[in-house]
């Protein structure tokens, strides 16, 4: 650090000894230009341009200081040279300042030998190996440094180069799933496609087997009832053309009474009376047959609506076949008038049949009503 300090005090002590005698030599030139002879001044800018080059420059190194200072001397010597030989008798002429700069330069040549003294090789030397040393160690561990990172480099490119090898290996990998898993997947969905097609096709039969099947039993049910009320229709026939044929023999009989000679006319009124009072039944039963005969018509032409309907709608239109459909259930479904019934539900007897006699037979007032320009 002594070393450092030293060489540092020695360049700045050369660079002041150097300014200070440049600006003093500038000044005497500048004053004496006319007093002094051409080779004088040419000899003084030559000893000042011979230093320059070493402070010229932007740095100065440990090593360049003995050199400088030897040239800073080679430029004193130069100067004192200069001022020696200018002729004694023109000394007077110049201007004053040569006696000034004489003195500085002779404090300076004294100073600067003294600097190059001190300032010898053998530190310079000393420094320089200190320094080489120092170079080396700094050297030695960058080195050792370079070598490590070299093998971190090393190492990391080898993980790296694995690291890609095995990303490379699982791209394949993944490439190859990734179209082994696309054709899997088309061949689910063409096989889902396939049951999804199988199912709607299963789904149409049986929807129809299930609404031939709900037809069958509604058409059979439908039968069924049919048979039931022709059996009642025949049942009740059969018991009206039984009663309406023993009523036929009894007047037949009281008819041939009369042309006999035993005829007794109040036994012939009670047969009378006895076949009209048989002839209601009669015709009550006749009513009832006919009537279970029209609901057998009924449910034998819906039974066989039902058989033709399915066959009937099954080329048509989707749309025609749901309008169709709803026809035939408001047809089926919708209540009935059984006002019918209970009009014709009660038995003829005497009254019924004396109220609709006297119904039929005019009275005065109506005749008269019809008549009223006769009266």
Same mark, same amino acid.
């Given at each position: 650090?002594?070393?450092?300090?030293? #060489?540092? &005090? #020695?360049?700045?002590?050369?660079?002041?000894?150097?300014?200070?005698?440049?600006?003093?030599?500038?000044?005497?030139?500048?004053?004496?230009?006319?007093?002094?002879?051409?080779?004088?001044?040419?000899?003084?800018? +030559?000893?000042? &341009?011979?230093?320059?080059?070493?402070?010229?420059?932007?740095?100065?190194?440990?090593?360049?200081?003995?050199?400088?200072?030897?040239?800073?001397?080679?430029?004193?010597?130069? *100067?004192?040279?200069?001022?020696?030989?200018? &002729?004694?008798?023109?000394?007077?002429?110049?201007?004053?300042?040569?006696?000034?700069?004489?003195?500085?330069?002779?404090?300076?040549?004294?100073?600067?030998?003294?600097?190059?003294?001190?300032?010898?090789?053998?530190?310079?030397?000393?420094?320089?190996?200190?320094k080489l040393q120092n170079l080396k160690k700094v050297t030695n561990s960058i080195e050792s440094k370079i070598e490590?990172?070299?093998?971190?480099?090393?190492?990391?490119?080898?993980?790296?180069?694995?690291?890609?090898?095995?990303?490379?290996?699982?791209?394949?990998? *993944?490439?190859?799933?990734?179209?082994?898993?696309?054709?899997?997947?088309?061949?689910?969905?063409?096989?889902?496609?396939?049951?999804?097609?199988?199912?709607? *096709?299963?789904?149409?039969?049986?929807?129809?087997?299930?609404?031939?099947?709900?037809?069958?039993?509604?058409?059979?049910?439908?039968?069924?009832?049919?048979?039931?009320e022709r059996e009642v229709a025949n049942s009740l026939r059969r018991y009206a053309i039984g009663i309406m044929s023993?009523?036929?023999?009894?007047? #037949?009989?009281?008819?041939?009474?009369?042309?006999?000679?035993?005829?007794?006319?109040?036994?012939?009124?009670?047969?009378?009376?006895?076949?009209?009072?048989?002839? *209601? !039944?009669? #015709?009550?039963?006749?009513?009832?047959?006919?009537?279970?005969?029209?609901?057998?018509?009924?449910?034998?032409?819906?039974?066989?609506?039902?058989?033709?309907?399915?066959?009937?709608?099954? +080329?048509? =239109?989707?749309?025609?076949?749901?309008?169709?459909?709803?026809?035939?259930?408001?047809?089926?479904?919708?209540?009935?008038?059984?006002?019918?019934?209970?009009?014709?539900?009660? !038995?003829?007897?005497?009254?019924?049949?004396?109220?609709?006699?006297?119904?039929?037979? !005019?009275?005065?007032?109506?005749?008269?009503?019809?008549? =009223?320009?006769?009266?």
């Open positions: 650090m002594s070393m450092i300090k030293n #060489a540092i &005090d #020695a360049l700045e002590t050369t660079h002041d000894i150097y300014r200070t005698c440049v600006e003093l030599l500038s000044v005497f030139i500048e004053k004496n230009k006319s007093r002094l002879n051409g080779n004088t001044i040419a000899n003084l800018l +030559s000893a000042r &341009d011979s230093f320059n080059e070493y402070f010229d420059r932007n740095e100065l190194s440990i090593e360049d200081i003995p050199g400088a200072m030897r040239n800073l001397l080679i430029f004193l010597t130069n *100067i004192e040279k200069a001022i020696s030989d200018i &002729d004694k008798k023109a000394s007077t002429a110049v201007s004053g300042g040569l006696d000034e700069i004489e003195k500085y330069v002779g404090m300076s040549i004294y100073k600067t030998r003294r600097l190059i003294e001190e300032f010898s090789p053998k530190d310079i030397l000393e420094n320089q190996e200190s490590k990172l070299n093998d971190i480099i090393k190492k990391s490119s080898d993980e790296i180069q694995a690291l890609s090898t095995t990303t490379d290996n699982h791209k394949l990998t *993944i490439e190859k799933l990734s179209e082994f898993n696309e054709v899997r997947l088309n061949e689910l969905e063409e096989i889902y496609k396939r049951r999804i097609s199988d199912l709607d *096709i299963q789904q149409k039969k049986v929807n129809e087997t299930v609404g031939l099947i709900a037809g069958a039993a509604i058409m059979g049910k439908y039968e069924k009832n049919a048979l039931a023993g009523v036929i023999i009894l007047m #037949a009989y009281s008819f041939h009474q009369i042309t006999t000679t035993d005829f007794d006319l109040k036994e012939n009124v009670l047969r009378t009376i006895l076949a009209l009072f048989l002839s *209601i !039944p009669a #015709a009550y039963l006749a009513r009832e047959s006919a009537k279970h005969r029209k609901q057998e018509y009924t449910h034998l032409q819906t039974a066989l609506d039902l058989a033709a309907f399915s066959p009937y709608i099954e +080329s048509l =239109p989707a749309e025609t076949q749901h309008k169709l459909k709803e026809e035939m259930a408001s047809r089926i479904f919708t209540a009935r008038n059984f006002d019918y019934v209970t009009k014709e539900s009660y !038995p003829l007897n005497m009254q019924e049949l004396i109220i609709a006699i006297m119904d039929k037979i !005019p009275n005065r007032e109506q005749q008269e009503e019809k008549n =009223p320009s006769k009266t």
